[in-house]
């Protein structure tokens, strides 16, 4: 049976969240259970001792009870979060929209990377473009538990990779570290003599490609049921305050002013918080649940957060005990220092030389404001308190908290302006009052559809051209910046409309005298149309004797440009009966081919092997001596209504937009010597084909003036 988790007030937990209860206890066992909560509440205010990783526990003969809770797709989508940094929800076509969980606009739910704004992750962490993080509500199980198994939904293409944290509190407000899981179905095993009974995820997403990601779709977590009862004495035993561990480390100067931490936060000038090398202590950003005291030989000491990971490693708790990596390494001492003596063969977890023996890193305002340091790093060694892991053993004099830095002005966007426009180009400019880079938005309609690539170059003077324009079109477009403080600036909708696009003289000619060519005197309109006589079929014949239609001459189109037109079916008098053909099969494509021979046609097609009941987008041909056959989803073009194609060519690359979306891959072809050609083709003989190329229109330069 599914139950709402129930919310007390003033409880953290939302409420569509998911708990799953376990075995049902016996009476005998309700009667226990009683007096274990008793102790557990005894527990909960009495400060925890620090947490450890733990094997399976011995002398258990019992069986163990579970509760399982569940965070849904639809909870990530509708904001069940507690932070997140460069994630947005997934939906089909929009998938370079800046929007920070934008509003949900397909069956697709979950979350992916922001692919406008790609984030590094910390160096150390592998040779990753892109990274995101987001963290869940906590949530309040209703009995004690010290382990829990996290189960995730995701789809990760190659190149992706999602992680997951898991952490345990038993108040909700002082948490345990967080256990890092890399294997899906991981366990997150907190401290045997201990008991928990609020728990919290963290899913990190990677990709190596700034536009490739995984897709997160939810994650389930699996907790056991601890009999308090048989914990009371390790806990009570347990319960004296602990002094939290210092150690001496050495230390460089973060700087990276600009630069993005691994929970998100844009590193300002003169900035407070430290870098520590293990994702177990990361604060959300704004959060300072995982904090240290440095204090310098000259007796200075300062309190910081942990806001990002490294340096040199991303695994290396060296601070805990016991250690979760380099086991073989005293507690107390980073990788990074034994690596520049030799140890690891010098290297990091992650294969990379290590050429410091710094153990942390801090941010300029703690290092040189705070700390009174100078330089870029340390001579000697400097005191660091893991206040997390215990009491304070230097609490007074306490600074102070560092005063927050003043907010940035207010960023704004001037100055747009369309200049260059032509049948498919366009240049826009504007000007940013703080460094940004810079994308446009652009399509038929405030739906927009397009988008430019982005210019990561951080400026306040933008221009970004656009080369893939309909002639003779007006569109609605906006342009965007991003700057370093995380404004994102967006104008409003404006318009601008093309030129009109170029003709060129066409060669009809028929390789089957049944199928008919007409074409217009400015060359925008051609029609193929008409019932195949030879008799043969179009794939066990070399001839090429099952098409016809209209080419353009030797050494007229550029090596570099584009082509719009409409293929449109013939209807009857009434308009109505619309078909691009009838029978077995047909075909109606545009041809690209070059002086070597090679052949490429893109367009539609019904055929009883490939589309049976309706057409589909082909792209067939040969290159380089090697066939080229893509076929698109069967019977998804609508046979009685007009298609719109736009193909750009430049630099031996073809990309095709079809209908006004783009289409997922492009085709090589050399552009040296093209010929164009308008055609159709049936398969057998009797079958017909009926399409009319219309609005044909080359862009601006892609007709050579004789």
């Known amino acids: 049976m599914r139950e709402n988790l129930i ?5 953290p937990i939302a409420t569509r969240h998911r708990l799953y209860p376990g075995k049902t206890l016996t009476r005998t066992l309700l009667v226990a259970m009683m007096l274990n909560l008793l102790i557990s509440i005894l527990l909960v205010a009495t400060p925890g001792a620090k947490a450890e990783p733990i094997g ?7 069986q163990e009870n579970f509760q399982t809770i569940a965070f849904e797709a639809t909870d990530l989508t509708g904001g069940d979060y507690s932070s997140v940094s460069n994630l947005q929800n997934q939906f089909v076509g929009r998938s370079l929209m800046p929007a920070w969980f934008a509003s949900q606009n397909s069956a697709t739910i979950g979350v992916r990377l922001d692919s406008s704004h790609p984030t590094s992750p910390p160096m150390w962490s592998g040779a990753w473009a892109n990274f995101g993080m987001m963290t869940g509500q906590p949530a309040q199980l209703n009995q004690s538990f010290n382990s829990v198994t996290a189960t995730w939904n995701a789809h990760t293409p190659a190149d992706t990779a999602v992680e997951l944290d898991i952490r345990a509190s038993k108040d909700g407000q002082r948490w345990t570290l967080w256990n890092v899981l890399t294997v899906n179905g991981g366990i997150a095993q907190f401290e045997q003599s201990s008991t928990y009974l609020y728990v919290q995820y963290r899913a990190r997403l990677f990709s190596k490609f700034a536009d490739v990601s995984p897709l997160f ?5 699996t907790a056991n049921v601890r009999n308090v009862s048989t914990l009371a004495v390790a806990n009570i035993a347990s319960a004296a305050p602990q002094t939290a561990p210092t150690f001496q480390v050495y230390a460089t100067r973060e700087g990276l002013v600009g630069g993005t931490t691994a929970n998100g936060h844009v590193i300002r000038s003169h900035d407070h918080f430290v870098s520590l090398p293990s994702w177990t202590a990361l604060n959300d950003p704004g959060k300072y649940d995982y904090q240290v005291r440095i204090t310098t030989p000259a007796g200075v000491s300062a309190v910081a957060p942990v806001w990002d990971t490294g340096p040199w490693n991303f695994h290396d708790d060296y601070w805990h005990s016991p250690r979760h990596e380099f086991k073989d390494l005293p507690v107390g001492v980073p990788e990074a220092e034994r690596a520049v003596k030799g140890y690891n063969g010098g290297l990091n977890e992650a294969g990379s030389p290590v050429y410091m023996s710094s153990g942390i890193d801090i941010a300029d305002g703690t290092f040189w404001d705070d700390l009174k340091l100078g330089g870029a790093s340390t001579d000697g060694r400097l005191s660091v308190t893991f206040l997390w892991e215990g009491s304070d053993p230097n609490p007074a004099p306490t600074p102070a908290p560092p005063p927050v830095p003043a907010p940035p002005a207010k960023a704004t966007l001037s100055g747009l302006v369309t200049s ?8 826009f ?14 399509g038929f309609s405030t739906k927009y559809d397009q988008f430019s690539p982005i ?3 951080l400026t306040t003077s933008h221009s970004l051209q656009v080369f893939d324009l309909t002639p003779n079109h007006t569109y609605h477009f906006r342009v965007h910046s991003h700057d370093t403080n995380n404004n994102e600036l967006m104008s409003s909708d404006m318009t601008f409309a093309t030129a009109g696009g170029q003709t060129a003289p066409l060669t009809l000619w028929q390789h089957d005298k049944g199928i008919g060519v007409e074409v217009t005197k400015q060359y925008d309109n051609v029609i193929v149309a008409g019932g195949r006589i030879n008799n043969s079929y179009w794939n066990d014949n070399p001839a090429d004797d099952f098409n016809a239609g209209a080419t353009t001459p030797v050494n007229l189109v550029a090596a570099n440009g584009n082509l719009d037109f409409d293929m449109t079916p013939t209807c009857n008098d009434k308009g109505q009966n619309c078909t691009f053909g009838f029978g077995s099969g047909y075909k109606a494509y545009v041809q690209f081919n070059n002086y070597k021979g090679d052949i490429v046609r893109v367009g539609l097609i019904h ?20 066939s080229v056959n893509q076929y698109y989803p069967a019977d998804t073009v609508d046979i009685t209504k007009p298609h719109h194609l736009h193909l750009n060519w430049f630099n031996k690359q073809l990309s095709i937009v079809f209908d006004y979306a783009a289409h997922p891959t492009s085709v090589t ?6 010929q164009i050609t308008f055609a159709g083709a049936a398969r057998a003989k009797d079958d017909i084909v009926a399409t009319n190329f219309q609005n044909i229109a080359f862009g601006d330069g892609t007709v050579i003036a004789k």
């Open 7 to 11: 919310v007390r007030q003033g409880s």
């Open 607 to 626: 055929a009883a092997g490939i589309s049976p009941n309706a057409g589909t987008l082909m792209v067939e041909g040969t290159v380089d001596g090697k």
């Open 56 to 62: 399976p526990q011995s002398g258990q003969n019992h």
């Open 217 to 221: 779709e939810g994650v389930q977590l």
């Open 429 to 442: 400019k504007w000007q940013t009052s703080t460094a940004a880079n810079a994308w446009v938005e652009y």
């Open 455 to 457: 210019n990561g170059n």
């Open 420 to 427: 260059s426009i032509g049948s498919n180009t366009a240049t």
């Open 669 to 674: 072809i050399a552009g040296d010597g093209l």
